[in-house]
């Protein structure tokens, strides 16, 4: 459905750092007809249960918690993805947690 693309892109955060793709998540907030397209690449995903491989490389990066960080312990990392396969990812999220719910109901926890 095109207003799960919509909704997706619409909950995005402005001013994320990209994914390998270079593409800010601004970008593809201002242009609109790109959700149509969008949905036959999720709906062609889902029904054929594979990811692209551009959706499945991740770059991960170690911060400094600390500016003398020497640790690992004193690190974090961040994966940068890209806006598109987290877009994908939330509404295939979306799309599992209702067919759970259909099978599980409210009376089970």
Not at 13 to 28: E, F, M, S
Not at 65 to 89: D, G, P, W
Request: charged residues 35%; glycine residues 4%.
């Amino acid at each position: 459905m095109q207003s799960e693309v919509e909704k997706a892109i619409k909950e995005m955060r402005n001013k994320k750092a990209t994914g390998n793709d270079n593409i800010p998540g601004d970008v593809l907030k201002l242009l609109g007809k790109f959700g149509l397209k969008m949905m036959k690449l999720i709906n062609t995903i889902y029904e054929n249960e594979e990811w692209h491989e551009d959706f499945t490389e991740v770059t991960m990066v170690a911060l400094k918690k600390k500016t003398q960080a020497t640790k690992c312990s004193v690190h974090r990392t961040v994966s940068l993805i890209t806006h598109t396969a987290k877009i994908e990812a939330k509404i295939l999220r979306r799309r599992i947690e209702k067919r759970i719910e259909v099978v599980l109901g409210d009376d089970t926890f």
